[in-house]
């Protein structure tokens, strides 16, 4: 599944929209596109959950739900596979760090080009 759907997004029902994404800011998560979107193995999902638990519910009557993200829209909107991110680590040279994330969206380029009919 993670291999479809690397991503998922928290929709809300109902009016608690500005809750949801106060949490979500607050526990770090980022707005996608105003969306709360982050890698399905990411931490965030447990940080959100009063229940300490990396699916939904997150709380009582919370009205929120997950749903997958496809790969292909990932893609679209350029984020990155969460199996290849670049690791946060010191890097003597600058320029290999920078030559690192040229090869990340040049890989994203070369299979965004490979969906196209």
Same mark, same amino acid.
């Given at each position: 599944m993670l291999n479809i759907a690397p991503?998922?997004?928290l929709v809300n029902?109902?009016?608690a929209r500005v809750f949801w994404i106060e949490r979500w800011q607050m526990? &770090? &998560?980022e707005l996608i596109d105003g969306r709360l979107i982050a890698a399905t193995t990411d931490d965030?999902?447990?940080r959100i959950s009063v229940f300490?638990?990396?699916w939904d519910p997150f709380a009582f009557e919370s009205f929120a739900y997950v749903q997958h993200v496809s790969r292909s829209e990932a893609f679209r909107k350029r984020l990155p596979?969460?199996?290849c991110k670049i690791p946060d680590v010191e890097v003597e040279d600058p320029l290999s760090r920078e030559f690192v994330s040229r090869l990340?969206?040049?890989l994203q380029d070369y299979l965004l080009a490979q969906e196209e009919p």
């Open positions: 991503y998922s997004e029902l109902q009016d526990e &770090g &998560g965030i999902w447990r300490d638990l990396p596979l969460p199996c990340d969206a040049l």
